[in-house]
């Protein structure tokens, strides 16, 4: 049967994740988005999406953490932050979501999973906004996605930048009739870019656990 196009490149060996949650906002939930097309794609043993819509970074924390520790996943994804820095004034609490994302990361971390985080989709306008959200919107998701960035670069985590990915230069229609939420394309394209990175570590950690002198696991290219 042929592979879709986002999914991963094919590897001799069956992924080391067999426990997947997800815990975020809106971009988690939707149903068929990238978290479950990451799911599909590796087919663990067991998977639940906590994820619920409007929610912030600290309430994320304070509402879907323990459950998803409760769950014991060797694979969490983390996506949240974004109805934090869509409201004027992220800038003045910009350390305090930090903090949140912080604590839920570690505590994963902490328990052995290996995380994912991805900085989403800054799409150069977003003219379907309300004018109470105010003209700095874009740079206040562009400033949140840089510090996801650099949050998961000190935390390790495997992390998936978008917020400048070829597609929005080249001007794709990544948004649904909300103008804001992404459309089944930028669904496509997150999975793509999530299991890219994973397949990275994938194929990393398939090695480590190899004798000496043996071949690499990772098959080349995608059927």
């Known amino acids: 049967m042929s592979r879709k196009a986002y999914m991963a490149p094919e590897y001799a060996l069956p992924p080391p994740w067999r ?14 988005g990238f978290a479950e097309l990451v ?3 590796l087919a663990p043993d067991a998977f639940v999406n906590l994820g619920v819509r409007n929610l912030r970074a600290a309430e994320v924390r ?15 994804m983390v996506v949240c932050g974004a109805n934090d820095a869509m409201r004027p004034g992220y800038e003045s609490r910009a350390n305090a979501v930090d903090a949140a994302l912080t604590d839920i990361i570690a505590a994963l971390l902490g328990a052995g999973a290996t995380v994912v985080t991805v900085s989403v989709f800054v799409m150069r306008e977003y003219p379907q906004m309300p004018p109470w959200l105010g003209a700095g919107f874009a740079r206040r998701m562009g400033l949140l996605a840089a510090r996801t ?10 992390h998936a930048d ?18 804001l939420h992404g459309n089944a394309l930028s669904h496509r394209i997150a999975a793509a870019a999530v299991l890219d990175r994973l397949g990275s570590q994938w194929g990393d ?19």
């Open 19 to 32: 426990r997947y949650c997800a815990v975020g906002d809106s971009v988690v939930q939707e149903p068929g």
């Open 39 to 41: 799911r599909d794609a």
């Open 62 to 76: 304070d509402t879907q953490l323990a459950a998803a520790l409760a769950f014991r996943p060797d694979l969490a």
């Open 149 to 158: 960035n650099a949050l998961a670069a000190r935390l390790g985590t495997v």
């Open 162 to 179: 978008l917020s400048r990915h070829p597609s929005i230069a080249a001007g794709e229609v990544l948004t649904g009739p909300d103008g």
């Open 205 to 223: 950690s398939v090695d480590a656990a190899r004798p000496a002198g043996a071949g690499h696991a990772r098959r080349q290219g995608a059927r």
